[in-house]
């Protein structure tokens, strides 16, 4: 099927930067809409920033001007790059892709979850 890989979290002073990347591999036909979530501890999974097919993005308030997500269609990969990274953006990032993919000789459509990636801002 469709597999997803984050990677790029790490451990960051705040007002460092970390860039992340979500990578899609499998029987991919295309990649339509992609979002990075997080999940800090106790708290609900939430929307930090989506990518449409057509490039057009959306950011949760919290990140605004700080967040960028891109795409690389040729390559199956979606970036986020956060800069001025701040305490309260520490969580687990997770990518979740809309990808309509082969099984068979048949397409589907449906979204995929990566593993998620730690990203730790200290102070």
């Known amino acids: 099927q469709v597999q997803l890989v984050e990677s790029g979290g790490g451990l960051v002073q705040a007002g460092g930067s970390l860039r992340l990347s979500c990578v899609a591999s499998g029987s991919i036909v295309s990649i339509n809409a992609v979002g990075w979530y997080r999940q800090a501890p106790g708290k609900q999974r939430e929307l930090v920033a989506i990518i449409t097919s057509g490039g057009s993005t959306n950011y949760a308030d919290s990140v605004k001007g700080r967040f960028t997500i891109s795409r690389d269609n040729s390559e199956h990969t979606v970036y986020l790059q956060m800069n001025s990274l701040e305490p309260e953006d520490t969580a687990v990032y997770y990518c979740?892709?809309?990808?309509?993919?082969?099984?068979?000789?048949?397409?589907?459509?449906?979204?995929?979850w990566g593993q998620g990636t730690q990203v730790t801002v200290h102070s």
């Open positions: 979740n892709a809309d990808v309509t993919y082969y099984r068979g000789t048949a397409a589907y459509t449906r979204g995929f």
